[in-house]
């Protein structure tokens, strides 16, 4: 069975200051790893994705994550938080077929320091 | 716009009445995926249909039930509603291809049972 372990379930930064939102996962088979964002009243939106290939991954909002398999990490991170950045973030697992769907984390609420 | 279509976006209802949910996939994508999210659960997958056919099943209570119709929309129906079945209802849409399977969400139902 898969599991998604988000570490922080609220993580506060300064504006211009790096964001960085842990996500551990656990997988039996090599894994397919995505980020979400959910602003508030608003559906999930998707940020980036590792599936195969190179491990440091770019996605949308100059959003990146690295896939670490010795860590089974995939951090999401950015070098200078913007206050528009303020969001719901969901790490999410599935195997290669997505047969069941994701397996979502619980989420962590980022906060935006003026 | 994710291209994936949800109707209603806000739904307000008595206990023990039934509603049915509507989702239109993303043009192309033959799986469709329920996700329940609630305050107290999180994101919760439900099921899972791929062309027309169940595929996986989630957290998905007796009292709910979901097909997927030959062009590819999809309805959840919640019968015998609770209060505890409050929640934000989201359907996403996907298709599994050579580089894994990416799954997009709509904007939600907001289910309210009073």
């Known amino acids: 069975a898969q599991s998604v372990t988000q570490l922080g379930s609220h993580v506060s930064v300064s504006e211009g200051a790096l964001v960085l939102l842990r996500c551990n996962y656990s997988?039996?088979?090599?894994?397919?790893l995505f980020w979400y964002v959910q602003y508030p009243n608003q559906g999930l939106q998707l940020l980036l994705k590792?599936?195969?290939?190179?491990?440091l991954v770019k996605g949308i909002n100059g959003f990146e994550a690295e896939f670490k398999k010795s860590e089974t990490s995939f951090h999401l991170t950015k070098p200078s938080a913007h206050m528009s950045d303020a969001a719901e973030y969901f790490c999410?697992?599935?195997?290669?077929?997505?047969?069941?769907?994701?397996?979502f984390g619980k989420g962590t609420h980022l906060i935006i320091q003026p | 716009d994710s291209g994936v279509t949800q109707t209603p976006k806000h739904l307000i209802t008595a206990t023990g009445q039934r509603v049915t949910l509507r989702c239109s996939p993303r043009?192309?994508?033959?799986?469709v995926y329920w996700y329940q999210q609630s305050l107290d659960q999180g994101l919760q997958f439900l099921i899972q249909?791929?062309?027309?056919?169940?595929?996986a099943k989630g957290n998905i209570l007796e009292r709910f039930s979901a097909q997927q119709f030959p062009d590819l929309h999809s309805e959840l129906n919640l019968s015998s509603l609770e209060l505890g079945d409050s929640a934000l209802y989201f359907c996403?849409?996907?298709?599994?291809?050579?580089?894994?399977?990416?799954?997009?969400f709509g904007e939600g139902s907001w289910l309210t049972v009073v």
């Open positions: 996403a849409s996907g298709t599994t291809t050579e580089f894994g399977n990416t799954i997009y």
């Open positions: 997988s039996s088979v090599p894994p397919y």
């Open positions: 590792y599936t195969t290939g190179a491990t």
């Open positions: 999410a697992v599935s195997d290669w077929g997505g047969a069941d769907g994701l397996t």
């Open positions: 043009s192309g994508d033959l799986s």
């Open positions: 249909y791929y062309n027309g056919e169940e595929r």
